[in-house]
């Protein structure tokens, strides 16, 4: 291997811009001294070893004496050939018998180590000396290797992106996978160690269990202030409030044009997306609703705590028809599946799935041992996740509804659930105040982050498209991540 790179650094040699030029040569000569330390290498190795580590010790203890033996600078660059290593080394140093040759052999490899270290320094000069013409000072690197050497600089001049200003090169490498991980990486550990902090919204004055964003990035939020609030994709209030319901409300959908709140006064209410004002209220039902989600038809689905899922036109809210699965257990949260069934979580443990067709129950995923309050759906993998009272995060196939993991971190209730589906992460809020990040391995998901920003219970979570993670809690607050 040193051969080869010996011969491939003096080719380099002669080709190229002078800052190439000159880091070549740089190259050459660390590839020549390597060259000769593999040469040195094996000749100590066919030599008495006990005897060569005596001759160091000797060296140690008699240092006045025997400095005599040793050359103060590096040597001069040795030209590669492909004769034996026996003829590589100088002609000033014959081949004897006895000790004389194993003192040599120890000079020589002080010396040749002080001229790699010489031939290092001068490699990395070489390196950081300024381009002229502001070209990319690592061109005769590959891309894999520039990546490897972007990954080492310093977390914060990776997380403000400063080396993509050097050159259109390395802007262009700044973005690839790998580096986009290992800033999301640097991202998620500073709000960990508390170096960065959330961006808080204020405004509520209750605990925020609905928590949904809209087709256009705005954020919605409804509190047991019988309030729903609008938000900008930056976190700026918006006005109008969205006021209307008299008593707590605890779940919102939405779709592209219309806003879906339910509350404990038993009513849900439609408002326009536009600019929000009150289209219609769906009538009283006979108990608080708990869930809603939109189904991929348009409809509206909705979960009461009278433990009935009753299905809702989503032209005139007009009742199409009542699914009673979770009987006299209340309904707490509901999502749509990829393959466009709706999924139910009740106080009865399970998990239903329900055609959003005909209404009909599809499979019943059977696992927790208590409370199912939160369900999410990962597109990549076609994955179910659901939290619970249980204080567990279970996985499961969409399409059969199969088991597959259960995650245990969290030390009290798990309320919310969201899932990147850009990279696979799953991010899981609880009663115990913390936000975990989950990341997707070999065998299945390790927690690699806690996020502690809450004062008390989180109740929902979302991801917006720029991987902003955004939480709202008992605490009144909704966090910016």
Same mark, same amino acid.
């Given at each position: 291997?040193? &051969?080869?790179?010996?011969?491939?650094?003096? &080719?380099?040699?002669?080709? /190229?811009?002078?800052?190439?030029?000159?880091?070549?040569?740089?190259? %050459?000569?660390?590839?020549?001294?390597?060259?000769?330390?593999?040469?040195?290498?094996?000749?100590?190795?066919?030599?008495? %070893?006990?005897?060569?580590?005596?001759?160091?010790?000797?060296?140690?203890?008699?240092?006045?004496?025997?400095?005599?033996?040793?050359?103060?600078?590096?040597?001069?660059?040795?030209?590669?050939?492909?004769?034996?290593?026996?003829? &590589?080394?100088?002609?000033?140093?014959?081949?004897?018998?006895?000790?004389?040759?194993?003192? &040599?052999? !120890?000079?020589?490899?002080?010396?040749?180590?002080?001229?790699?270290?010489?031939?290092?320094?001068?490699?990395?000069?070489?390196?950081?000396?300024?381009?002229?013409?502001?070209?990319?000072?690592?061109?005769?690197?590959?891309?894999?290797?520039?990546?490897?050497?972007?990954?080492?600089?310093?977390?914060?001049?990776?997380?403000?992106?400063?080396?993509?200003?050097?050159?259109?090169?390395?802007?262009?490498?700044? *973005?690839?996978?790998?580096?986009?991980?290992?800033?999301?990486?640097?991202?998620?550990?500073?709000?960990?160690?508390?170096?960065?902090?959330?961006?808080?919204?204020?405004?509520?004055?209750?605990?925020?269990?609905?928590?949904?964003? /809209?087709?256009?990035?705005?954020?919605?939020? *409804?509190?047991?202030?019988?309030?729903?609030?609008?938000?900008?994709?930056?976190?700026? %209030?918006?006005?109008?409030?969205?006021?209307?319901?008299?008593?707590?409300?605890?779940?919102?959908?939405?779709?592209?044009?219309?806003?879906?709140?339910?509350?404990?006064?038993?009513?849900?209410? =439609?408002?326009?997306?536009?600019?929000?004002?009150?289209?219609?209220?769906?009538?009283?039902?006979?108990?608080?609703?708990?869930?809603?989600?939109?189904?991929?038809?348009?409809?509206? !689905?909705?979960?009461?705590?009278?433990?009935?899922?009753?299905?809702?036109? /989503?032209?005139?809210?007009?009742?199409?028809?009542?699914?009673? /699965?979770?009987?006299?257990?209340?309904?707490?949260?509901?999502?749509?599946?990829?393959?466009?069934?709706?999924?139910?979580?009740?106080?009865?443990?399970?998990?239903? =799935?329900?055609?959003?067709?005909?209404?009909?129950?599809?499979?019943?995923?059977?696992?927790?041992?208590?409370?199912? !309050?939160?369900?999410?759906?990962?597109?990549?993998?076609?994955? =179910?996740?659901?939290?619970?009272?249980?204080?567990?995060?279970?996985?499961?196939?969409?399409?059969?509804?199969?088991?597959?993991?259960?995650?245990?971190?969290?030390?009290?209730?798990?309320?919310?659930?969201?899932?990147?589906?850009?990279?696979?992460?799953?991010?899981?809020?609880?009663?115990?105040?913390?936000?975990?990040?989950?990341?997707?391995?070999?065998?299945?998901?390790?927690?690699?982050?806690?996020?502690? *920003?809450?004062?008390?219970?989180?109740?929902?979570?979302?991801?917006?498209?720029?991987?902003?993670?955004?939480?709202?809690?008992?605490?009144?607050?909704?966090?910016?991540?």
């Amino acid at each position: 291997a040193s &051969k080869h790179q010996c011969r491939e650094a003096v &080719k380099e040699q002669d080709a /190229g811009t002078p800052e190439a030029r000159r880091v070549a040569a740089a190259k %050459a000569n660390l590839a020549r001294l390597l060259a000769v330390v593999a040469d040195l290498a094996l000749r100590v190795a066919q030599e008495d %070893a006990p005897s060569l580590a005596a001759l160091a010790d000797n060296h140690s203890s008699t240092k006045s004496s025997s400095h005599s033996h040793f050359p103060t600078g590096p040597p001069s660059p040795v030209q590669h050939t492909d004769a034996p290593c026996a003829n &590589k080394l100088s002609a000033s140093a014959p081949l004897v018998e006895g000790k004389s040759i194993k003192l &040599k052999l !120890f000079g020589d490899k002080i010396a040749v180590g002080l001229g790699v270290d010489a031939a290092k320094d001068e490699l990395a000069a070489a390196v950081c000396a300024p381009v002229g013409d502001g070209g990319d000072p690592t061109q005769w690197l590959p891309d894999e290797l520039v990546i490897a050497i972007l990954l080492l600089l310093p977390a914060e001049m990776l997380w403000r992106k400063t080396c993509s200003l050097v050159c259109r090169r390395w802007h262009g490498l700044d *973005g690839s996978p790998p580096m986009q991980r290992l800033r999301r990486q640097i991202r998620w550990a500073a709000y960990e160690r508390g170096v960065s902090k959330p961006v808080a919204l204020q405004g509520h004055e209750g605990s925020i269990r609905g928590l949904v964003l /809209g087709a256009d990035g705005i954020i919605y939020s *409804g509190s047991a202030d019988f309030t729903v609030r609008r938000w900008s994709p930056e976190g700026v %209030a918006l006005t109008p409030s969205l006021l209307g319901h008299t008593d707590a409300l605890f779940a919102l959908a939405v779709s592209k044009t219309k806003v879906y709140s339910g509350a404990d006064d038993k009513s849900i209410r =439609v408002w326009s997306v536009e600019d929000g004002t009150l289209l219609h209220t769906i009538p009283e039902q006979s108990s608080g609703i708990s869930a809603l989600v939109v189904g991929h038809n348009g409809d509206v !689905f909705s979960g009461s705590f009278d433990g009935t899922v009753r299905v809702w036109s /989503g032209e005139d809210g007009s009742l199409l028809k009542t699914l009673e /699965g979770h009987p006299d257990h209340e309904v707490v949260t509901a999502a749509v599946g990829l393959d466009g069934n709706v999924l139910t979580g009740a106080a009865d443990c399970t998990v239903r =799935v329900w055609s959003c067709g005909d209404g009909s129950l599809v499979n019943t995923l059977i696992g927790h041992t208590n409370v199912v !309050f939160a369900i999410a759906i990962g597109r990549a993998g076609n994955l =179910v996740f659901t939290g619970s009272a249980d204080c567990t995060v279970r996985v499961w196939r969409g399409d059969t509804g199969a088991p597959l993991h259960t995650l245990a971190e969290h030390r009290d209730f798990v309320y919310a659930l969201a899932v990147d589906d850009a990279t696979g992460v799953l991010y899981s809020g609880s009663a115990d105040t913390r936000i975990c990040r989950w990341y997707p391995v070999h065998n299945g998901y390790r927690c690699g982050h806690q996020l502690q *920003g809450h004062k008390s219970d989180v109740l929902g979570l979302v991801l917006d498209k720029r991987g902003t993670l955004i939480s709202s809690s008992s605490d009144t607050t909704i966090l910016m991540w």
